[in-house]
T-cell receptor, first 114, second 112 residues
Framework: GAGVSQSPRYKVAKRGQDVALRCDPISGHVSLFWYQQALGQGPEFLTY????????KSGLPSDRFFAERPEGSVSTLKIQRTQQEDSAVYLC????????????FGSGTRLTVV | KQEVTQIPAALSVPEGENLVLNCSFT??????LQWFRQDPGKGLTSLLLIQSSQREQTSGRLNASLDKSSGRSTLYIAASQPGDSATYLCAGLSGGSYIPTFGRGTSLIVHP
């Protein structure tokens, strides 16, 4: 596609519910990133994929967070047993190579846990 | 580990003013630095990307500079307009890393 597409745009989850957030990167982009952005803060790194390989997941805040990119294109970020502190905007970005040409971000998914 | 700081956190200016947003980074072995704009409730839109071998990049009324020795980048906005109101974020990529580090952003309001 022409840009990075994320769905859903908004998600309201009851505490304890599992959620799945989808990212469709620009076709052919090797690198894919997930970031979490709390209100009034900058994006915080969660995890990084190079093709289908998850090379870095050091930013995932707990084992309730899981991400995959099985075929090296679409990625899913799953959060199990959501808690109120998970409320944030989840941003996905992709890059043609490994970042030398910059990054393209999606519009994000705003998750609200009630 | 790269750390990125943006000052000021918020800025309010009258229309037509020229302004400078600051971004500081701790790792001088920076590979590139990218400036983004974020409108409320939206994702990040890339404005300018500066490679480590470059000193500045320009796009329309925007000019971004990079000084590796001092660990600073500035975004200059000429003749500001109300439509420039947004949060401006910078992200630095260190050499040898794949992961850009973001500042917290500067929230800009340009009032008519």
């Amino acid at each position: 596609g022409a840009g990075v597409s994320q769905s859903p745009r908004y998600k309201v989850a009851k505490r304890g519910q599992d959620v799945a957030l989808r990212c469709d990167p620009i076709s052919g982009h090797v690198s894919l990133f997930w970031y979490q952005q709390a209100l009034g803060q900058g994006p915080e790194f969660l995890t990084y994929f190079q093709n289908e390989a998850q090379l870095d997941k050091s930013g995932l805040p707990s084992d309730r967070f899981f991400a995959e990119r099985p075929e090296g294109s679409v990625s899913t970020l799953k959060i199990q047993r959501t808690q109120q502190e998970d409320s944030a905007v989840y941003l996905c970005a992709s890059s043609l190579g490994t970042g030398g040409r910059g990054y393209t971000f999606g519009s994000g998914t705003r998750l609200t846990v009630v | 580990k790269q750390e990125v700081t943006q000052i000021p956190a918020a800025l309010s200016v009258p229309e037509g003013e020229n302004l400078v947003l600051n971004c500081s980074f701790t790792d001088s072995a920076i590979y590139n630095l990218q400036w983004f704009r974020q409108d409320p409730g939206k994702g990040l839109t890339s404005l300018l990307l500066i490679q480590s071998s470059q000193r500045e990049q320009t796009s329309g009324r925007l000019n971004a500079s990079l000084d590796k020795s001092s660990g600073r980048s500035t975004l200059y906005i000429a003749a500001s307009q109300p439509g420039d109101s947004a949060t401006y974020l910078c992200a630095g990529l260190s050499g040898g890393s794949y992961i850009p580090t973001f500042g917290r952003g500067t929230s800009l309001i340009v009032h008519p």
